[in-house]
């Protein structure tokens, strides 16, 4: 009888510590040894030349979600499922969103019935909480963090969806109090509202002017405004697409401070600029997200942000609104204003390839870096790890077996999403995932996704340790008990 039912042979293991030669044995879906010549293997999968990373956790991404406009995005959990396979992911975190007057548990009851059969690999779910009402807080989310739905949004803009910062400060104490994790869409409402009037008013209204509303400054205001927020809570929170040089800073500055803040960024700011937004007739319209690509210029700040650490997650925000389509950008017609164009860019397949050439293939980041930034770190900080995230000894075998040295031109006509286009047309890469693993079963084998839909698992999420507060009150004073706490 065959000691495993599958050995990856020959290939460079890559974790987020370190890199080995070495073979990969698997049995029941998970990694079962790691050794020089392992036998024993009912299947096999030759890899020399090749290298054996974990498979990707895409920590945000929006699939099977009505937005906060009430369009439709085009993939549900098959074809975004099959797309982050196909693309080297094997987990997804994608957003069970409440409106206002909604029950929490209601939303998430129905959104777990939309993967199911549907989802080609494992899924978490992130909530989205927008009405943090005495029954959400007080009983609805505690109880839902206790079922494995550990990490949550919150937003500062958007009229369906912001909170205000008494609001906010409640959600920041429910988690503190129950250990969970708060990602937080940092722009200030009040000033994107302005300025969205006033060009309006002017007759600016083209696609080009969402950068334009969406103004930096909104950004590192709010950026600065929710990290203040937690620290008066003292508990930790993860800032979720940061895109401007100076919310990077805020970040930096807080973490130099010894504050627990994480930072998140996507393929949109290293990769499109303002400039996309302004391309002729609607076309600009593919690139409308927020917060917004900013100038060319501040793409090498982000890179130095994710040099440095500073910021420690690379998602997709992958938000499929299809171009040509009444449930897309042409939501309100082929010349809509800036504002009612439904926000987001497709990214899920393309994430880790276009880092990774642009990164690692460069010698911006390594490949520990590159490891830990789109696999290890999200596993850890939403409550995944070591189940996911890594390549070790009783994880899931969820393994992208790449080819370093792959030359890929990206089309549309490639991906296997359900968009009509990507805002990455025509972008060279090289390295590409040429096998993908989902608890040691292959989903996508460098041609063709492979996979039934439904095999996919729902991930409970274990309370993050990044998520524990440190103990810190400003002034020493405790606001969930009123005591005052000795400061060191």
Same mark, same amino acid.
């Given at each position: 009888?065959?000691?495993?039912?599958?050995?990856?042979?020959?290939?460079? #293991?890559?974790?987020?510590?370190?890199?080995?030669?070495? +073979?990969?044995?698997?049995?029941?879906?998970?990694?079962?040894?790691?050794?020089?010549?392992?036998?024993?293997? @009912?299947?096999?999968?030759?890899?020399?030349?090749?290298?054996?990373?974990?498979?990707?956790?895409?920590?945000?991404?929006?699939? %099977?979600?009505?937005?906060?406009?009430?369009?439709?995005?085009?993939?549900?959990?098959?074809?975004?499922?099959?797309?982050?396979?196909?693309?080297?992911?094997?987990?997804?975190?994608?957003?069970?969103?409440?409106?206002?007057?909604?029950?929490?548990?209601?939303?998430?009851?129905?959104?777990?019935?939309?993967?199911?059969?549907?989802?080609?690999? /494992?899924? &978490?779910?992130?909530?989205?909480?927008? /009405?943090?009402?005495?029954?959400?807080?007080?009983?609805?989310?505690?109880?839902?963090? @206790?079922?494995?739905?550990?990490?949550?949004?919150?937003?500062?803009?958007?009229?369906?969806?912001?909170?205000? +910062?008494?609001?906010?400060?409640? #959600?920041?104490?429910?988690?503190?109090?129950?250990?969970?994790?708060?990602?937080?869409?940092?722009?200030?409402?009040?000033?994107?509202?302005?300025?969205?009037?006033?060009?309006?008013?002017?007759?600016?209204?083209?696609?080009?002017?969402?950068?334009?509303?969406?103004?930096?400054?909104?950004?590192?205001?709010?950026?600065?405004?929710?990290?203040?927020?937690?620290?008066? #809570?003292?508990?930790?929170?993860?800032?979720?697409?940061?895109?401007?040089?100076?919310?990077?800073?805020?970040?930096?500055?807080?973490?130099? %401070?010894?504050?627990?803040?994480?930072?998140?960024?996507?393929?949109?700011?290293?990769?499109?600029?303002? +400039?996309?937004?302004?391309?002729?007739?609607?076309?600009?319209?593919?690139?409308?997200?927020?917060?917004?690509?900013? /100038?060319?210029?501040?793409? /090498?700040?982000?890179?130095?942000?994710?040099?440095?650490?500073?910021?420690?997650?690379?998602?997709?925000?992958?938000?499929?609104?299809?171009?040509?389509?009444?449930?897309?950008?042409?939501?309100?017609?082929?010349? &809509?204003?800036?504002?009612?164009?439904?926000?987001?860019?497709?990214?899920?397949?393309?994430?880790?390839?276009?880092?990774?050439?642009?990164?690692?293939?460069?010698?911006?980041?390594?490949?520990?870096?590159?490891?830990?930034?789109?696999?290890?770190?999200?596993?850890?900080?939403?409550?995944?790890?070591?189940?996911?995230?890594?390549? %070790?000894?009783?994880?899931?075998? +969820?393994?992208?077996?790449?080819?370093?040295?792959?030359?890929?031109?990206?089309?549309?006509?490639?991906?296997?999403?359900?968009?009509?286009?990507?805002?990455?047309?025509?972008?060279?890469?090289?390295?590409?995932?040429?096998?993908?693993?989902?608890?040691?079963?292959?989903?996508?084998?460098?041609?063709?996704?492979?996979?039934?839909?439904?095999?996919?698992?729902?991930?409970?999420?274990?309370?993050?340790?990044?998520?524990?507060?440190?103990? @810190?009150?400003?002034?020493?004073?405790?606001?969930?008990?009123?005591?005052?706490?000795?400061?060191?």
């Amino acid at each position: 009888m065959a000691e495993f039912d599958l050995v990856i042979r020959g290939g460079t #293991v890559v974790t987020a510590a370190d890199s080995s030669r070495c +073979d990969v044995g698997i049995k029941d879906g998970r990694v079962a040894a790691l050794g020089a010549s392992l036998d024993g293997g @009912r299947e096999t999968i030759e890899a020399a030349g090749k290298l054996v990373l974990p498979g990707g956790v895409d920590a945000h991404c929006h699939i %099977a979600q009505r937005g906060s406009k009430g369009t439709e995005t085009a993939d549900g959990f098959r074809t975004g499922s099959i797309s982050a396979a196909c693309g080297g992911t094997t987990t997804i975190i994608p957003f069970a969103a409440q409106y206002k007057g909604q029950s929490l548990r209601a939303v998430v009851e129905a959104y777990r019935k939309r993967a199911e059969g549907e989802a080609v690999i /494992d899924y &978490a779910i992130h909530l989205i909480i927008s /009405d943090p009402s005495e029954q959400v807080l007080g009983q609805e989310l505690p109880a839902l963090i @206790r079922d494995g739905y550990t990490s949550f949004k919150v937003y500062m803009t958007y009229d369906e969806l912001k909170l205000d +910062d008494s609001q906010m400060l409640a #959600v920041l104490a429910t988690a503190r109090r129950e250990g969970a994790m708060v990602m937080i869409h940092a722009e200030n409402h009040d000033v994107i509202a302005w300025l969205t009037e006033r060009l309006s008013a002017a007759g600016h209204t083209a696609p080009k002017f969402h950068g334009v509303a969406h103004a930096a400054p909104a950004e590192r205001e709010a950026t600065l405004r929710a990290i203040t927020l937690a620290e008066i #809570v003292d508990v930790p929170v993860l800032i979720v697409h940061v895109s401007w040089r100076e919310a990077i800073d805020a970040i930096r500055d807080a973490q130099a %401070a010894g504050l627990r803040v994480f930072g998140e960024t996507c393929p949109q700011y290293l990769f499109l600029s303002a +400039d996309d937004m302004d391309r002729p007739g609607f076309e600009g319209a593919k690139y409308v997200c927020s917060p917004p690509p900013r /100038d060319k210029a501040n793409q /090498d700040f982000v890179w130095r942000g994710i040099q440095s650490g500073v910021l420690s997650v690379f998602s997709s925000d992958h938000a499929p609104y299809r171009y040509d389509d009444p449930e897309g950008k042409k939501a309100k017609g082929e010349n &809509a204003p800036f504002h009612t164009i439904p926000n987001g860019v497709p990214g899920l397949e393309v994430r880790l390839p276009m880092l990774f050439s642009a990164g690692v293939r460069t010698g911006r980041i390594t490949l520990q870096q590159f490891v830990a930034i789109t696999a290890t770190n999200p596993a850890r900080i939403y409550g995944l790890n070591p189940r996911k995230g890594t390549i %070790a000894v009783g994880s899931d075998a +969820d393994i992208a077996v790449w080819d370093p040295d792959k030359e890929v031109t990206v089309t549309h006509g490639m991906l296997h999403d359900a968009m009509d286009y990507t805002p990455y047309e025509g972008h060279k890469v090289t390295g590409w995932p040429v096998v993908t693993l989902s608890r040691g079963e292959v989903v996508w084998d460098g041609q063709e996704p492979r996979g039934a839909p439904g095999r996919g698992r729902f991930l409970p999420c274990d309370l993050p340790e990044p998520a524990r507060p440190q103990g @810190r009150f400003v002034s020493g004073f405790d606001p969930a008990s009123g005591a005052f706490v000795p400061q060191a």
